[in-house]
């Protein structure tokens, strides 16, 4: 089972600026199975990245994916009011198991 | 409108069972692999189990043996069988389908494993 490990697991930054959040697996993830979710109280997750760098539908040009192998970032180029929230990496659908990442929070500074 | 509605959650006592629904619109479930993903209170999100579009199936060591996932076809619903329920089941369960990734989620449905 490959294990996801994201850092921080806090980060904590103001609006305006640019967040960059890691996800280190623990054996090679093919590129096009490593996802990017987004989480805020009360609600489901939300896809955006896929493929490790395609954003999917309706996702602002402020995130974006890149990485490959073992070591996987997030990008959120300058950060809105809307995305302080809870972030998780996966790897997915080659070989089950699929595992997330224990997620990291996104809080305002 | 593509969606995803769950249902089926409520309180169960330790060695009880449920069976989670999740039905589909606006697209097909068993052209498509589905998924169900759990998220303990205050805690991660944890894959649970997945039906592939040709029927296979697969589990996570943690509920192995005592969930069955499946799907009825007519219906466009996909389910969770949830056997011999412990304390460490108490989660909101998600359906999710995986086209490019978990792109659609459902809003939940919540599963409490209590005396």
């Known amino acids: 089972e490959i294990v996801l490990t994201q850092s921080p697991g806090t980060l904590s930054l103001s609006p305006g600026e640019r967040a960059t959040l890691s996800c280190r697996a623990s054996?090679?993830?093919?590129?096009?199975?490593l996802a990017w979710y987004q989480q805020k109280p009360g609600q489901a997750p939300r896809l955006l990245i896929y493929g490790a760098s395609s954003r999917a539908t309706g996702i602002p040009a402020r995130f974006s994916g890149s990485g490959s192998g073992t070591d996987f970032t997030l990008t959120i180029s300058r950060l809105e009011p809307e995305d302080f929230a809870v972030y998780y990496c996966q790897q997915y659908g080659s070989s089950p198991p699929y595992s997330f990442g224990q997620g990291t929070k996104l809080e305002i500074k | 409108e593509v969606q995803l509605v769950e249902s089926g959650g409520g309180l169960v006592q330790p060695g009880g069972s449920l069976r989670l629904s999740c039905e589909a619109s606006?697209?097909?479930?068993?052209?498509?692999?589905m998924n169900w993903v759990r998220q303990a209170p205050g805690k991660g999100l944890e894959w649970v189990s997945v039906i592939y579009s040709g029927g296979s199936t697969y589990y996570a060591d943690s509920v192995k043996g005592r969930f069955t996932i499946s799907r009825h076809n007519s219906k466009n619903t996909l389910y969770l069988q949830m056997n011999s329920l412990r304390a460490e089941d108490t989660a909101v369960y998600y359906c999710a389908t995986d086209r490019d990734a978990f792109d659609i989620w459902g809003q939940g449905t919540m599963v409490i494993v209590s005396s």
């Open positions: 054996q090679s993830v093919s590129s096009s199975y």
């Open positions: 606006g697209f097909t479930v068993s052209s498509n692999y």
